[in-house]
């Protein structure tokens, strides 16, 4: 019996060693506590990589919110992607729904590997040509009389026709993607916000809001919203509209107040001065409570963000999980 005793006490100690661990990839992949909503960090510049992942410019997050998974932004680099999303556990077969913020390669990237893992998942894309979306051009000016004299070979199409639709072909091709005009409700409590760049874009549009100066047309921009008991939810991408017009933007739209703006701010090629004016502009005028700036805010303005809101400053660098309410 005694024997018994001590090899009860034997198998009391060697059994936790013995049994599999978790290792912290597969602990972290796992969904947040119930009570909790999560975005967690995959791809960035700066971060703790205590788990393995790479350091590359980009953004890239993965959102649970309300039993969704969200992906937003992929990162500069689909091997990077792929890597990071291994080293972080992460399941892409369980996104329901993937965003891109805009064009640019530092977030479009690993869509190459997502939509490898998962073609069909939906996908939601800025309204933007370059990324594949149908253009209607018309030829406005173009009348009868204005075009009198000219030979049938020397009009389009021989004649007759005033407008031209066409879809270019791009890395979507084929996917289950839904091109976006303007901001709404994509799932229950789930909202894309719309705005344009002020300071990129292609083409010139015509006419022009001051004489002799043709105004960039700029570029579609997707930010993702999600609502809460709290307020709302906001997370950026590069911020090419403007950090400050995004917030407006959600605000006019939800009528909600902002409790959290998390992502790119893009305000590494600003000075102090401007950086500290927008920080308490965002957080006494715009009432945005909590801030998690990550991605292409800059490390002045990590500083100045970090110092003025304290407590209600959340870091997000790669590999962090920043959390908030239902």
Known sequence: MRNVSRVAVLLLIWYPLLAPAQSPATQSAAAPASDQNSILNLYDAFGYQKRGTILDWGFSALVHYNGKTILFDTGNSADGFEHNVKALGVD????????????????????????????????????????????????????????????REQLYFGGGVNSIDYKPGDRFHGANQEYVEASRE????????????????????????EPGHPDLAGFPELSLALKTEKGVVLITGCSHSKVEVIIRAAKQYLGSNIELVEGGFHLFPY?????????????DELGVRRVAPAHCTGNLAFKIFRDLYGANYNYAGVESEVTFSH
């Open 92 to 151: 892409l077969n369980q996104v329901d729904i993937a965003v891109l913020s805009h064009r640019h390669a530092d977030h479009i990237s690993g869509f190459d590997y997502m939509l490898k893992v998962k073609p069909a998942v939906k996908a939601y894309l800025p309204a933007d040509p370059v990324l594949g979306a149908p253009m209607h051009y018309t030829f406005s000016h173009d009348t009868k009389e204005s075009l009198a004299g000219l030979p």
């Open 186 to 209: 994509v799932a229950a409590g789930v909202y894309l916000i719309v705005t344009r760049s002020v300071m990129m874009g292609d083409f010139n549009a015509y006419p022009p809001s």
């Open 271 to 283: 000075d102090a001065g401007y950086i500290s004016n927008l920080a308490k502009q965002m957080k």
